[in-house]
Nanobody, 115 residues
Framework: QVLLVEAGGGLVQPGGSLRLSCTAS????????MGWYRQAPGKQRDMVAS???????NYADSVKGRFTISRDDASNTVYLQMNVLKPEDTAVYYC?????????WGQGTQVTGSS
């Protein structure tokens, strides 16, 4: 079992920045692809960014050039740096760990881009 705990959400004005963090309860980055997903009200949950075991990253087209995913192996933490936030980025953001046999989700953190 892996527990993922997210932090860093909040209210931010359009054009502003936020950094989300996701800390795993144990060392998993050598076995799991880590990702950030988001779900806006009434919409499906979509992938925002992911980072593979080898460190390769992938982004949704809507966030390319604005969001950056990274990880710190020593602290078992994955980050999502979000810059130039837009109102359409408003959603609950979820951390995900995807392994060969198992996957885990965090509890989610709300990000609201509004003036």
């Amino acid at each position: 079992q892996v527990l993922l705990v997210e932090a860093g959400g909040g209210l931010v004005q359009p054009g502003g920045s936020l950094r989300l963090s996701c800390t795993a309860s144990r060392s998993i980055f050598s076995s799991f692809v880590m990702g950030w997903y988001r779900q806006a009200p009434g919409k499906q949950r979509d992938m925002v960014a992911s980072i593979t075991i080898g460190g390769s990253t992938n982004y949704a087209d809507s966030v390319k050039g604005r969001f950056t995913i990274s990880r710190d192996d020593a602290s078992n933490t994955v980050y999502l740096q979000m810059n130039v936030l837009k109102p359409e980025d408003t959603a609950v953001y979820y951390c995900n760990a995807k392994g060969v046999l198992f996957g885990y989700w965090g509890q989610g953190t709300q990000v609201t881009g509004s003036s």
